[in-house]
Structures are given as structure tokens and as C-alpha cells.
Antibody
Framework: QVHLVESGGGVVQPGRSLRLSCAASAFTFSSYAMYWVRQAPGEGLAWVAA????????YYADSVKGRFTISRDNSKNTLYLQMNSLRAEDTAVYYC??????????????WGQGTLVTVSS | DIQMTQSPSSLSASVGDRVSITCRTS??????LNWYQQKPGKAPKLLISAASNLQSGVPSRFSGSGSGTDFTLTISSLQPDDFATYYCQRSHITLSYTFGQGTKVEIK
């Protein structure tokens, strides 16, 4: 059974950094694009970042570009999100998700349980 | 940028009702549209990919239709387990996603 487990969330002051991890199991991690999606309290889903299967390409939402970095270690089956210069508006539950390509469209068929990041002084 | 508009933002319905949720895009996106269900405190669940492909294990009362700029998620006979928030999502060539605003389906 595919399993994604996020960790690393917590309370952090504005301007500080945090690194999230997502441990993957029960599938060939190195064959899939991976995603970070967040959800602020009471709000909808918002895409944060994506990385290709081999880590050669990464993409970011405008709201995090230049502050967040997505990366992966295929030898450890782990996805990361380095978050720098955190702002109050980055407060959210952060989900990692697997990307699948179906009929020309990417979607996410497996998601972690999420990890809460709270940016507050 | 292609804009996505999901409607309604919420609806009240009874068990057994037929329910439809619409997602409209500002430009033609072909069939590159997916649908998710999310329950409170839980991760989203992929229901339908590429506009109309029902994911394995998803009940057949869920269906997706549309192409171009107008897409619909239909629940043919609403069940108690279906009360949740539903999101449409498009993907881009660059792997990035755009989500709709969400539709909360509540019990009437």
C-alpha cells in the first residue's frame, strides 16, 4: 500500500526557516513526480511546488518562489520542502502528494496526512 | 493565466439527490481536468482524472464530463458518505497545478 508520511511541521517565527520531509514507501519513488500542496485554515487547496521524477526540474507557485525549495533524495525515498523567510500567510497544513500522468494530465492519486506549519511570533 | 471558476461554492442536498458541480476555465484546456473529494481533517482523494476517468475504487455514482472550458462532476444519488468539499484541478505542461475554489456539499 502506497504510503506518504510528512514530518517537520511546527510553530516558527516570521522570517525563520523550516524543512518539511515526506517519506515514501511501497512504490518506486524515483519514477514519479512529486508535489507539495497546502491548505490554510478554513481555506481551499493551493499548489506550492512540484518536482520531476529525477529532480532535474522544479516548479513553484508565485507566492513561494525564491523562498521555498523542493528537492528529493531518490536513494532515501524522501521528498523535501525547504521553507525560508516564512510569513504569517504561509500558515497551513502542508501535504505531499504523488503525481501521475493520465491522458495528458497530471493529478495526484496518493497524499500524505499533512503536517501543520504555523508562522507566528 | 487561465482562470478557473468552480460553482456553486456550497450547496445543500438530501440523500438520494442528484448533484452537479461545475468548473469553468477561461481558456480551452482540452480534457486536462481532475476532481477531488476532501473531508474535514483529511487529505484530498482523487475521484476523476482527465475529465471523465473514474479512479479505481470510486463508486460509480460519481461521474465527470466536459471538455474545453466547461466541466461537470455529477453524483447521481447522494449518499451520507458524500458530504464533503469537492475541488477541480487542472495541470499544466510544467507540472504545476491550479485548484478551483471548492464546493462544500452539506446535508439539507
Amino acid at each position: 500500500q502506497v504510503h506518504l508520511v510528512e514530518s517537520g511541521g511546527g510553530v516558527v517565527q516570521p522570517g525563520r526557516s523550516l524543512r518539511l520531509s515526506c517519506a515514501a514507501s511501497a512504490f518506486t519513488f524515483s519514477s514519479y513526480a512529486m508535489y507539495w500542496v497546502r491548505q490554510a485554515p478554513g481555506e481551499g487547496l493551493a499548489w506550492v511546488a512540484a518536482i520531476s521524477y529525477d529532480g532535474s526540474n522544479d516548479y513553484y507557485a508565485d507566492s513561494v518562489k525564491g523562498r521555498f525549495t523542493i528537492s528529493r533524495d531518490n536513494s532515501k525515498n524522501t521528498l523535501y520542502l525547504q521553507m525560508n523567510s516564512l510569513r504569517a500567510e504561509d500558515t497551513a497544513v502542508y501535504y505531499c502528494a504523488r503525481g501521475i500522468y493520465t491522458s495528458g494530465s497530471y493529478s495526484s492519486d496518493y497524499w500524505g496526512q499533512g503536517t501543520l506549519v504555523t508562522v507566528s511570533s | 493565466d487561465i482562470q478557473m471558476t468552480q460553482s456553486p461554492s456550497s450547496l445543500s442536498a438530501s440523500v438520494g439527490d442528484r448533484v452537479s458541480i461545475t468548473c469553468r476555465t477561461s481558456q480551452n484546456i482540452g480534457s486536462y481536468l481532475n476532481w477531488y473529494q476532501q473531508k474535514p481533517g483529511k487529505a484530498p482523494k482523487l475521484l476523476i482524472s482527465a475529465a471523465s476517468n473514474l479512479q479505481s475504487g470510486v463508486p460509480s455514482r460519481f461521474s465527470g464530463s466536459g471538455s474545453g472550458t466547461d466541466f461537470t462532476l455529477t453524483i447521481s444519488s447522494l449518499q451520507p458518505d458524500d458530504f464533503a468539499t469537492y475541488y477541480c484541478q487542472r495541470s499544466h505542461i510544467t507540472l504545476s497545478y491550479t485548484f478551483g475554489q471548492g464546493t462544500k456539499v452539506e446535508i439539507k
